[in-house]
């Protein structure tokens, strides 16, 4: 089975770069993607990653490591409007599901 | 493109009433997902479904829970009977095809059983 782990809170002010982790421990995937989540709100699609390396849109970058286990995502001119829960998730070869991680909420201060 | 819609958007029911939870997914999508999520254990896949066939429902607590498709424009969510550790919100999720697709969520069920 799929494990993905994340830290629980990440602080920072406005203007600023912040980094979210996401280790993971699977047998096999299509891809890491990233979701937003705002209080009271449904998760949206932020990114997608296949391959190794860093995928870039706009302030919102995320990368993939399959060699270390591990990707990111990173936001970049933090402004007010970022703070939410962010949830990497994977899409398992064997089953074509899409497992999310624990979540990391991010608050942003001016 | 309406999105992916969800009724009703909260629901308040008492411990062994039956609580039905409706989708209809985004049109042209071929799969769709029901997750719950909680604080405690985040957001869980239930079962999700392809061409209107479920595929995996190993998420599925119990069988107090059920799911059906009976067309590629609707699927409902079944608890019977509710109880108190239910309460969760529940999304409904589609996508093209398949998991390694972007999923549009839907905007959640609230469901408090008290």
């Known amino acids: 089975g799929q494990s993905l782990e994340q830290p629980s809170e990440v602080t920072a002010v406005e203007g600023a770069i912040v980094q979210i982790n996401c280790t993971y421990q699977t047998s096999g995937f299509y891809g890491l993607s990233w979701y937003q989540q705002h209080d009271g709100g449904a998760p949206t699609f932020l990114s997608y990653?296949?391959?190794?390396g860093l995928e870039e849109t706009g302030r919102f970058s995320s990368f993939l490591s399959r060699s270390d286990s591990y990707g990111y995502l990173l936001l970049q001119e933090l402004q007010m409007k970022d703070s939410a829960s962010y949830f990497c998730a994977v899409s398992e070869y064997n089953t074509d599901k899409l497992i999310f991680g624990t979540g990391t909420r991010l608050q942003v201060f001016p | 493109d309406a999105g992916v819609i969800q009724s009703p958007r909260h629901e308040v029911t008492e411990m062994g009433q039956e609580v039905t939870l409706r989708c209809k997914p985004i049109?042209?999508?071929?799969?769709l997902f029901w997750y719950r999520q909680t604080m405690m254990r985040g957001l869980e896949l239930l079962i999700y479904?392809?061409?209107?066939?479920?595929?995996?429902d190993s998420g599925m607590p119990e069988d107090r829970f059920s799911a059906k498709m009976p067309n590629a424009s609707f699927s409902t969510l079944k608890i019977q009977p509710s109880e108190p550790r239910d309460s969760a919100v529940y999304f409904c999720a589609s996508s093209l095809v398949g998991a390694d697709e972007k999923l549009f969520f839907g905007s959640g069920t609230q469901l408090s059983v008290l």
């Open positions: 990653n296949a391959l190794d």
């Open positions: 479904f392809n061409n209107n066939v479920p595929i995996d």
């Open positions: 049109s042209g999508h071929n799969s």
